[in-house]
């Protein structure tokens, strides 16, 4: 049996540049430079060296395409979560992570990715 699909937008398989850092007590500071492999409105993955954890929080900023935005190419700076990971995906000790984007942070307007999940923690 086939594991239950759980992604509800719409991802697309387009690679574009990936600025991040991870958030928390724990966080390695450092500003990361990679790829998204796919995306959608609502979350990424990605690949990386970082150290990183299943539950950390990320701040990144990447280009949305107009396919996602119904518009034109966004940068789009937000606060997500990693959600799943794949260890053993790449031979060359990079990890592949999937992020859930739980706020689209605008200097103006920060606001949820989905309006009907609670706010993230700080």
Request: proline share 10%; with cysteine; hydrophobic share 40%.
């Amino acid at each position: 049996m086939a594991p239950s699909e759980r992604r509800q937008l719409e991802r697309f398989a387009f690679r574009v540049p990936l600025r991040f850092r991870a958030l928390g007590l724990a966080a390695d500071k450092t500003e990361h430079f990679t790829e998204a492999i796919n995306l959608s409105r609502g979350g990424f993955f990605f690949v990386t060296s970082a150290p990183l954890q299943v539950g950390m929080p990320i701040e990144a900023t990447l280009k949305m395409p107009a396919e996602i935005t119904g518009n034109q190419t966004d940068e789009t700076h937000c606060r997500a979560r990693l959600v799943h990971a794949r260890p053993d995906a790449y031979s060359d000790g990079r990890m592949g992570f999937g992020a859930e984007i739980e706020m689209f942070l605008d200097s103006d307007n920060p606001r949820p990715a989905n309006p009907d999940l609670p706010k993230p923690k700080p």
